[in-house]
T-cell receptor
C-alpha cells in the first residue's frame, strides 16, 4: 500500500513534442505529490509538486494533472527540449498527519528528447 | 546559500567492512533524510532525523544506522558490508513543514567488492 507505480520506464520524444509520465498510488493518506528530475551524477531536484485538493498545477512547460478518485497523477512536459533529457521520479508522502519527510518514490522514467 | 553536502563522493569498501557517510544539510534545515538508490530498487527511504531524533525508519536491516548532531549534520553507518549494499546513498534536507521541498545532495557512490 506504500507503493507508487510509475510508467513508462523509458520514453523517447522528438524535440517540441509532449512527454507524459504517469504514476499511481494506493495509500489514500498520501497528501503531497512531488516530481523530481535527476541528471547523471546529480541528486534529484524538485521540479513541481501538487496537493490532492488541486486537479492541475502548471509551472512553465511542466504540468501536473491529478485525479484523486483514480489515485493517479501525471507529469506533462510541453515543447520537450534535449536539455530535458533526464530521469524523472514521481513521489508521494503522508505529510500532514504523520509530520514526516519520508518520500515514497516511483521507479523512475528515463526521458530522451531527440533533437 | 550552500546546498546539501555529502562526503565522500566515492567509496570502495570490501565485504565485511563498515562505512560511515556524512551529510551537511542546508543551513537552517533540521530535517535530514537518507535514501538508497540502485538500478533495481530505485530510490528507497532509509531513515529520517529531526532535532537529533530518528523520526522514521525504512525497511532496511539493522546494519544500517544513522545519527544526527546538534548542528543538524547527519551520518549514516553501514556495518558488515555486503555486495548488495553497493549503491548511491543520497541525503536530503528540508525545513519543517507540510509541503516543504526536500533538497538532495549529490550522493555518495559506495562500491562493495
Amino acid at each position: 500500500q506504500q507503493q507508487v507505480k510509475q510508467s513508462p520506464q523509458s520514453l523517447i520524444v522528438q524535440k517540441g513534442g509532449i512527454s507524459i509520465i504517469n504514476c499511481a498510488y494506493e495509500n489514500t493518506a498520501f497528501d503531497y505529490f512531488p516530481w523530481y528530475q535527476q541528471f547523471p551524477g546529480k541528486g534529484p531536484a524538485l521540479l513541481i509538486a501538487i496537493r490532492p485538493d488541486v486537479s492541475e498545477k502548471k509551472e512553465g512547460r511542466f504540468t501536473i494533472s491529478f485525479n484523486k478518485s483514480a489515485k493517479q497523477f501525471s507529469l506533462h512536459i510541453m515543447d520537450s527540449q534535449p536539455g530535458d533529457s533526464a530521469t524523472y521520479f514521481c513521489a508521494a508522502k503522508q505529510a500532514l498527519s504523520s509530520n514526516t519527510g519520508k518520500l515514497i518514490f516511483g521507479q523512475g522514467t528515463t526521458l530522451q528528447v531527440k533533437p | 546559500k550552500a546546498g546539501v553536502t555529502q562526503t565522500p563522493r566515492y567509496l570502495i569498501k570490501t565485504r565485511g567492512q563498515q562505512v560511515t557517510l556524512s551529510c551537511s544539510p542546508i543551513s537552517g534545515h533540521r530535517s535530514v533524510s537518507w535514501y538508497q538508490q540502485t538500478p533495481g530498487q530505485g530510490l528507497q527511504f532509509l531513515f529520517e532525523y529531526f532535532s537529533e531524533t530518528q523520526r522514521n525508519k525504512g525497511n532496511f536491516p539493522g546494519r544500517f544506522s544513522g545519527r544526527q548532531f546538534s548542528n543538524s549534520r547527519s551520518e549514516m553507518n553501514v556495518s558488515t558490508l555486503e555486495l548488495g549494499d553497493s549503491a548511491l546513498y543520497l541525503c536530503a534536507s528540508s525545513l519543517e513543514g507540510f509541503d516543504t521541498e526536500a533538497f538532495f545532495g549529490q550522493g555518495t557512490r559506495l562500491t562493495v567488492v
